[in-house]
């Protein structure tokens, strides 16, 4: 059984950056072919994908977020992290970390729990 936690601060402040970790358990981030998405959902909003790494370590961004979004990875951790910078109030929402094949909303197979990040000053 493949787990998936979501850990960083809950309260980030205008212009900082927003860092978080995706922990997996139960199974590698390396092992192919799967892609380890972010995902986030702003309050009264749908879901929107974020971006992805992939089992190689590729990664690919949403493009109203690409200039502002990295997704780096730890394999000898087992985390893939999200980095947001230059936020705004806009950024706040509950925050997921998920698995799929492919890139995008796509069919997740785990998600996280959703951790809550708060932009404000």
């Known amino acids: 059984q493949v787990q998936l936690q979501e850990s960083g601060p809950g309260l980030v402040k205008p212009s900082q950056t927003l860092s978080l970790t995706c922990t997996v358990s139960g199974g590698s981030i390396t092992t192919n072919y799967y892609y380890w998405s972010w995902i986030r959902q702003p309050p009264g909003k749908g879901l929107e994908w974020m971006g992805a790494?992939?089992?190689?370590?590729?990664?690919y961004y949403s493009p109203s977020l690409k200039s502002r979004t990295s997704i780096s990875r730890d394999t000898s951790k087992n985390q893939f992290t999200l980095q947001v910078s230059s936020v705004t109030p806009e950024d706040t929402a509950v925050y997921y970390c998920?698995?799929?094949?492919?890139?995008?909303?796509?069919?997740?197979?785990?998600w996280g729990q959703g951790t809550q990040v708060t932009v404000s000053s």
């Open positions: 998920a698995r799929s094949m492919d890139w995008g909303m796509s069919d997740f197979d785990y």
């Open positions: 790494i992939t089992y190689s370590g590729s990664t």
